[in-house]
Protein backbone atom coordinates (compact mmCIF):
# COMPACT_ATOMS: atom_id res chain seq x y z
CA UNK A 1 0.00 0.00 0.00
CA UNK A 2 3.18 2.13 -0.10
CA UNK A 3 2.18 2.96 -3.89
CA UNK A 4 -1.10 4.62 -2.70
CA UNK A 5 0.44 6.66 -0.26
CA UNK A 6 2.92 7.94 -2.22
CA UNK A 7 0.14 8.58 -4.97
CA UNK A 8 -1.66 10.67 -2.33
CA UNK A 9 1.16 12.50 -1.46
CA UNK A 10 2.43 13.23 -5.26
CA UNK A 11 -1.27 14.66 -6.19
CA UNK A 12 -2.50 16.33 -2.89
CA UNK A 13 0.67 17.78 -1.87
CA UNK A 14 1.28 20.07 -4.73
CA UNK A 15 -2.50 20.48 -4.85
CA UNK A 16 -2.74 21.82 -1.58
CA UNK A 17 0.46 24.06 -1.92
CA UNK A 18 -1.19 25.92 -5.17
CA UNK A 19 -4.32 26.69 -2.90
CA UNK A 20 -1.93 27.49 0.09
CA UNK A 21 -0.07 30.09 -2.48
CA UNK A 22 -2.91 31.71 -4.63
CA UNK A 23 -4.74 34.50 -3.25
CA UNK A 24 -7.19 34.24 -6.25
CA UNK A 25 -11.00 34.07 -5.63
CA UNK A 26 -10.76 30.21 -6.61
CA UNK A 27 -8.38 29.34 -4.36
CA UNK A 28 -9.95 31.21 -1.29
CA UNK A 29 -13.20 29.94 -1.76
CA UNK A 30 -11.41 26.33 -1.82
CA UNK A 31 -9.94 27.26 1.42
CA UNK A 32 -13.21 28.32 2.97
CA UNK A 33 -14.63 24.89 1.87
CA UNK A 34 -11.64 23.31 3.40
CA UNK A 35 -12.07 25.14 6.86
CA UNK A 36 -15.88 24.80 6.37
CA UNK A 37 -15.77 21.29 6.04
CA UNK A 38 -13.46 20.32 9.07
CA UNK A 39 -15.86 21.24 11.57
CA UNK A 40 -18.13 18.68 9.54
CA UNK A 41 -15.92 15.99 9.26
CA UNK A 42 -15.36 16.42 13.40
CA UNK A 43 -19.06 15.88 13.24
CA UNK A 44 -19.49 13.21 11.24
CA UNK A 45 -16.48 11.45 12.95
CA UNK A 46 -18.54 11.78 16.08
CA UNK A 47 -21.26 10.58 14.70
CA UNK A 48 -20.23 7.70 12.40
CA UNK A 49 -16.72 6.44 14.20
CA UNK A 50 -16.23 4.16 11.49
CA UNK A 51 -16.29 6.65 8.35
CA UNK A 52 -12.39 7.21 8.71
CA UNK A 53 -11.38 3.44 8.84
CA UNK A 54 -14.26 3.14 5.73
CA UNK A 55 -12.15 6.29 3.77
CA UNK A 56 -8.85 4.38 4.77
CA UNK A 57 -9.76 1.16 3.27
CA UNK A 58 -11.15 2.54 0.03
CA UNK A 59 -8.01 4.85 -0.20
CA UNK A 60 -5.78 1.47 0.64
CA UNK A 61 -4.28 3.38 3.94
CA UNK A 62 -4.03 0.94 6.89
CA UNK A 63 -5.93 2.95 9.61
CA UNK A 64 -8.57 5.66 9.63
CA UNK A 65 -7.23 7.12 12.25
CA UNK A 66 -3.98 7.73 9.97
CA UNK A 67 -5.58 9.32 7.24
CA UNK A 68 -7.51 11.80 9.85
CA UNK A 69 -3.79 12.74 10.84
CA UNK A 70 -2.67 13.40 7.20
CA UNK A 71 -5.69 15.49 6.30
CA UNK A 72 -5.55 17.32 9.68
CA UNK A 73 -1.82 17.63 8.92
CA UNK A 74 -2.18 19.02 5.11
CA UNK A 75 -5.27 21.20 6.13
CA UNK A 76 -2.92 23.05 9.03
CA UNK A 77 0.00 23.43 6.37
CA UNK A 78 -2.12 24.99 3.81
CA UNK A 79 -3.18 27.56 6.00
CA UNK A 80 0.11 28.21 7.57
CA UNK A 81 1.25 28.42 4.06
CA UNK A 82 -1.54 30.44 2.97
CA UNK A 83 -1.03 32.91 5.83
CA UNK A 84 2.49 33.41 5.72
CA UNK A 85 1.99 34.20 1.82
CA UNK A 86 -0.32 36.62 2.51
CA UNK A 87 1.24 37.95 4.98
CA UNK A 88 4.34 38.54 2.56
CA UNK A 89 2.05 39.64 -0.35
CA UNK A 90 0.60 42.47 2.11
CA UNK A 91 3.87 43.21 3.68
CA UNK A 92 5.03 44.33 0.17
CA UNK A 93 1.63 46.58 -0.64
CA UNK A 94 2.46 48.20 2.62
CA UNK A 95 6.11 48.93 1.89
CA UNK A 96 4.93 50.34 -2.03
CA UNK A 97 2.55 52.34 -0.67
CA UNK A 98 5.60 54.02 2.47
CA UNK A 99 8.27 54.51 -0.52
CA UNK A 100 5.46 56.15 -2.72
CA UNK A 101 4.83 58.15 0.41
CA UNK A 102 8.53 59.33 0.49
CA UNK A 103 9.11 60.05 -2.54
CA UNK A 104 5.75 62.29 -2.05
CA UNK A 105 7.30 63.87 0.60
CA UNK A 106 10.26 64.59 -1.03
CA UNK A 107 13.83 65.04 0.72
CA UNK A 108 14.23 67.29 3.80
CA UNK A 109 17.47 69.39 4.98
CA UNK A 110 18.49 71.20 7.57
CA UNK A 111 17.40 74.37 5.89
CA UNK A 112 14.00 73.06 4.20
CA UNK B 1 19.76 54.38 8.08
CA UNK B 2 17.34 52.67 10.90
CA UNK B 3 18.42 54.15 14.74
CA UNK B 4 21.88 55.14 14.03
CA UNK B 5 21.90 58.59 16.04
CA UNK B 6 25.00 57.36 17.44
CA UNK B 7 26.90 57.34 15.01
CA UNK B 8 25.37 59.66 11.72
CA UNK B 9 26.55 62.60 12.60
CA UNK B 10 29.56 61.86 12.23
CA UNK B 11 29.10 58.98 9.31
CA UNK B 12 27.59 61.88 7.35
CA UNK B 13 30.11 64.59 8.35
CA UNK B 14 33.01 62.41 7.25
CA UNK B 15 31.23 61.34 3.79
CA UNK B 16 30.38 65.77 3.45
CA UNK B 17 34.11 66.32 3.51
CA UNK B 18 34.41 63.74 0.03
CA UNK B 19 31.13 63.91 -1.61
CA UNK B 20 28.91 67.21 -1.84
CA UNK B 21 25.46 65.19 -1.74
CA UNK B 22 24.59 62.71 0.75
CA UNK B 23 21.27 61.40 0.70
CA UNK B 24 19.89 59.63 3.95
CA UNK B 25 16.55 57.42 3.67
CA UNK B 26 15.66 57.12 7.29
CA UNK B 27 14.02 54.07 7.47
CA UNK B 28 11.64 54.32 10.21
CA UNK B 29 13.80 54.96 12.88
CA UNK B 30 12.05 55.78 16.51
CA UNK B 31 15.25 57.60 17.61
CA UNK B 32 16.61 61.39 16.38
CA UNK B 33 18.78 59.53 13.53
CA UNK B 34 17.35 61.58 10.70
CA UNK B 35 17.52 65.05 12.80
CA UNK B 36 20.93 64.30 13.38
CA UNK B 37 21.85 63.57 9.39
CA UNK B 38 20.61 66.80 8.85
CA UNK B 39 22.70 68.37 11.24
CA UNK B 40 25.70 67.02 9.08
CA UNK B 41 24.10 68.18 6.02
CA UNK B 42 22.70 65.76 4.81
CA UNK B 43 19.40 65.41 2.52
CA UNK B 44 16.95 63.24 4.23
CA UNK B 45 14.08 61.09 2.97
CA UNK B 46 11.84 59.76 5.44
CA UNK B 47 9.79 55.91 5.45
CA UNK B 48 6.68 56.36 7.69
CA UNK B 49 7.20 53.28 9.04
CA UNK B 50 10.26 50.39 8.94
CA UNK B 51 10.50 47.97 5.91
CA UNK B 52 13.65 47.00 5.32
CA UNK B 53 17.03 48.09 4.04
CA UNK B 54 16.17 46.75 0.87
CA UNK B 55 13.23 49.05 0.28
CA UNK B 56 14.89 51.81 1.51
CA UNK B 57 17.88 51.31 -1.62
CA UNK B 58 14.82 51.15 -3.61
CA UNK B 59 13.56 54.83 -2.70
CA UNK B 60 16.70 55.95 -2.80
CA UNK B 61 17.35 55.38 -6.29
CA UNK B 62 13.71 55.98 -7.14
CA UNK B 63 14.97 59.42 -5.89
CA UNK B 64 17.69 59.96 -7.47
CA UNK B 65 16.22 59.01 -10.94
CA UNK B 66 14.40 61.82 -10.56
CA UNK B 67 16.76 64.63 -10.08
CA UNK B 68 18.41 65.32 -13.13
CA UNK B 69 21.88 66.54 -11.47
CA UNK B 70 23.06 63.39 -10.50
CA UNK B 71 25.18 60.67 -12.54
CA UNK B 72 26.99 58.33 -10.14
CA UNK B 73 25.10 56.84 -6.85
CA UNK B 74 27.31 55.25 -3.92
CA UNK B 75 25.28 52.85 -1.43
CA UNK B 76 26.72 53.58 1.90
CA UNK B 77 25.89 51.73 5.54
CA UNK B 78 24.94 53.86 8.40
CA UNK B 79 26.70 52.28 11.21
CA UNK B 80 30.28 53.91 10.46
CA UNK B 81 31.61 50.87 9.03
CA UNK B 82 32.63 52.10 5.49
CA UNK B 83 35.53 54.49 4.80
CA UNK B 84 34.71 57.69 2.69
CA UNK B 85 38.08 56.88 1.16
CA UNK B 86 36.86 53.54 -0.15
CA UNK B 87 33.68 55.14 -1.61
CA UNK B 88 35.85 57.72 -3.28
CA UNK B 89 37.64 54.66 -4.80
CA UNK B 90 34.75 52.88 -6.00
CA UNK B 91 33.38 55.58 -8.06
CA UNK B 92 36.71 56.72 -9.33
CA UNK B 93 37.08 53.09 -10.63
CA UNK B 94 33.34 53.34 -11.99
CA UNK B 95 34.11 56.64 -14.07
CA UNK B 96 38.01 54.82 -15.28
CA UNK B 97 36.96 51.46 -15.97
CA UNK B 98 33.99 52.50 -17.37
CA UNK B 99 31.26 50.14 -15.94
CA UNK B 100 28.11 50.22 -14.39
CA UNK B 101 28.65 48.84 -11.15
CA UNK B 102 31.66 48.94 -8.53
CA UNK B 103 31.20 46.36 -6.18
CA UNK B 104 33.36 46.43 -2.27
CA UNK B 105 35.18 43.32 -1.30
CA UNK B 106 36.92 42.82 2.68
CA UNK B 107 38.07 39.44 1.57
CA UNK B 108 40.27 40.66 -1.32
CA UNK B 109 42.73 42.40 0.76
CA UNK B 110 41.71 42.75 4.20
CA UNK B 111 43.98 41.10 6.87
CA UNK B 112 41.34 38.19 7.78
CA UNK B 113 41.74 38.17 11.21
CA UNK B 114 40.47 41.56 11.42
CA UNK B 115 36.89 40.40 10.37
CA UNK B 116 34.85 38.23 13.23
CA UNK B 117 34.93 34.79 12.86
CA UNK B 118 31.08 34.90 12.74
CA UNK B 119 30.79 37.40 10.22
CA UNK B 120 32.91 35.70 7.85
CA UNK B 121 31.06 32.54 8.11
CA UNK B 122 27.62 34.33 7.61
CA UNK B 123 29.38 36.26 4.35
CA UNK B 124 31.21 33.23 2.94
CA UNK B 125 27.97 31.34 3.10
CA UNK B 126 25.62 34.31 1.83
CA UNK B 127 28.34 34.50 -1.10
CA UNK B 128 27.82 30.99 -1.72
CA UNK B 129 23.96 31.31 -1.80
CA UNK B 130 24.20 34.32 -3.56
CA UNK B 131 26.77 32.15 -6.40
CA UNK B 132 24.76 29.49 -6.97
CA UNK B 133 21.61 31.42 -7.50
CA UNK B 134 23.31 34.44 -9.60
CA UNK B 135 26.40 32.49 -10.75
CA UNK B 136 28.22 35.23 -10.65
CA UNK B 137 31.49 35.15 -8.66
CA UNK B 138 31.96 38.07 -6.01
CA UNK B 139 33.63 37.28 -2.98
CA UNK B 140 31.74 39.70 -0.42
CA UNK B 141 28.08 40.08 -2.33
CA UNK B 142 26.41 41.09 0.78
CA UNK B 143 29.04 44.72 1.32
CA UNK B 144 26.39 47.53 1.44
CA UNK B 145 28.84 49.69 -0.09
CA UNK B 146 28.38 50.12 -4.07
CA UNK B 147 28.87 52.45 -6.51
CA UNK B 148 26.62 52.78 -10.00
CA UNK B 149 25.65 54.78 -12.37
CA UNK B 150 22.31 56.46 -12.33
CA UNK B 151 21.48 54.86 -15.63
CA UNK B 152 22.02 51.04 -13.75
CA UNK B 153 19.71 51.85 -10.91
CA UNK B 154 17.07 52.08 -13.52
CA UNK B 155 17.79 48.18 -14.12
CA UNK B 156 18.11 47.09 -10.52
CA UNK B 157 14.44 47.10 -9.68
CA UNK B 158 14.75 45.82 -6.28
CA UNK B 159 11.73 43.93 -4.75
CA UNK B 160 13.03 42.24 -1.82
CA UNK B 161 12.67 44.60 1.20
CA UNK B 162 14.72 42.90 3.24
CA UNK B 163 17.97 41.53 2.98
CA UNK B 164 17.93 39.74 0.77
CA UNK B 165 17.95 42.84 -1.65
CA UNK B 166 21.83 42.39 -1.90
CA UNK B 167 21.48 39.24 -3.68
CA UNK B 168 18.70 39.95 -5.75
CA UNK B 169 21.09 43.33 -6.74
CA UNK B 170 23.62 40.94 -8.32
CA UNK B 171 21.11 38.90 -9.87
CA UNK B 172 19.79 41.98 -11.24
CA UNK B 173 23.16 43.25 -12.56
CA UNK B 174 23.58 39.92 -14.32
CA UNK B 175 20.23 40.42 -15.94
CA UNK B 176 20.76 43.33 -17.45
CA UNK B 177 23.93 42.73 -18.55
CA UNK B 178 25.79 45.48 -16.63
CA UNK B 179 29.49 45.52 -16.63
CA UNK B 180 30.88 45.18 -12.88
CA UNK B 181 34.37 45.32 -11.27
CA UNK B 182 35.21 44.00 -7.62
CA UNK B 183 37.53 46.05 -5.88
CA UNK B 184 39.09 45.69 -2.61
CA UNK B 185 37.95 47.64 0.70
CA UNK B 186 38.58 47.96 4.40
CA UNK B 187 35.47 47.36 6.92
CA UNK B 188 35.80 49.29 10.32
CA UNK B 189 34.66 46.78 12.78
CA UNK B 190 33.90 48.61 15.93
CA UNK B 191 32.12 47.24 19.20
CA UNK B 192 28.80 49.42 17.68
CA UNK B 193 29.11 48.21 14.08
CA UNK B 194 29.31 44.45 15.25
CA UNK B 195 26.17 44.87 17.35
CA UNK B 196 24.34 46.04 14.24
CA UNK B 197 25.74 43.49 11.93
CA UNK B 198 24.16 40.57 10.59
CA UNK B 199 23.48 37.49 12.38
CA UNK B 200 24.17 34.03 11.79
CA UNK B 201 20.81 32.84 11.79
CA UNK B 202 19.66 36.26 9.71
CA UNK B 203 21.41 34.02 6.73
CA UNK B 204 18.47 31.75 6.98
CA UNK B 205 15.80 34.53 6.78
CA UNK B 206 18.24 35.62 3.51
CA UNK B 207 17.89 32.51 2.15
CA UNK B 208 14.08 31.92 2.75
CA UNK B 209 13.18 35.19 1.19
CA UNK B 210 15.09 34.22 -1.63
CA UNK B 211 13.31 31.15 -2.34
CA UNK B 212 9.95 32.22 -1.32
CA UNK B 213 10.28 35.06 -3.85
Given amino acids: MLIVRFLLVILFVPAFIVI ?13 LLLFSFPSLVGFSIIFPRIWQTMADTLGIDKGVDLLLYV ?8 IGYSFGKFRYLEK ?3 TLVQELTLLRGSESKDS | MYNEEQVIFQVVTDLRSVFPHVICVDDGSTDRSAAKAMDAGAMVLR ?9 ALSTGFSWVQSQSQFSYVV ?15 LVTELVSKQVDVVFASRFL ?3 QATIPLAK ?22 HNGLRALTVDATRQVNLTQNGMAHATQFVSL ?3 ANLKYVEIPVTILYTPYSRSKGQSLLNSINIALDLIWG
Fill in chain 1, 20 to 32: ARSLGSRSRALRS
Fill in chain 2, 120 to 141: RLVLKTVAKITKSLTDVELSDA
Fill in chain 2, 109 to 111: DQD
Fill in chain 2, 75 to 89: TFDADGQHRPEDALR
Fill in chain 1, 72 to 79: TVLTLVTY
Fill in chain 1, 93 to 95: RIA
Fill in chain 2, 47 to 55: HAVNIGQGA
Fill in chain 2, 173 to 175: VLQ
